[in-house]
Nanobody
Framework: QVQLMESGGDSVQTGGSLSLSCTAS????????VGWFRQASGIEREAVAA????????HYADSVQGRFTISLNGSRTTVYLQMNNLKVEDTATYYC???????????????????WGQGTQVTVSS
């Protein structure tokens, strides 16, 4: 069992930056994949980025490549999402999720993740 807690959501203007955090508790020893997803009003939840706590390998959605960076702290309990050059279309509730073994095949599939946080709101205005 893993519990996840997101923080760092805020309101910013276009071009601004935010850093989100996802802190895990519970079974943090088992290697896992941690993903960031977002859901805007009336739109399906979509994958943003993911990182493997074992290898530190990362994945990014095309829409955020080059603007967002996902990273992991040394104790492998907190995953960060650094978001730069924010756009209005980045406005959404951001969720982190953890995938424990057996791992889902594709990092971007919502159904591949076992545990979810409550979400943190990011609002970008022009």
């Amino acid at each position: 069992q893993v519990q996840l807690m997101e923080s760092g959501g805020d309101s910013v203007q276009t071009g601004g930056s935010l850093s989100l955090s996802c802190t895990a508790s519970g079974d943090t020893a088992t290697a896992r994949r941690v993903g960031w997803f977002r859901q805007a009003s009336g739109i399906e939840r979509e994958a943003v980025a993911a990182i493997w706590t074992g290898s530190f390998g990362t994945h990014y959605a095309d829409s955020v490549q080059g603007r967002f960076t996902i990273s992991l702290n040394g104790s492998r309990t907190t995953v960060y999402l650094q978001m730069n050059n924010l756009k209005v279309e980045d406005t959404a509730t951001y969720y982190c999720a953890a995938d424990l073994p057996p791992y889902g095949r594709d990092w971007y599939r919502v159904e591949g993740y076992d545990y979810w946080g409550q979400g943190t709101q990011v609002t970008v205005s022009s």
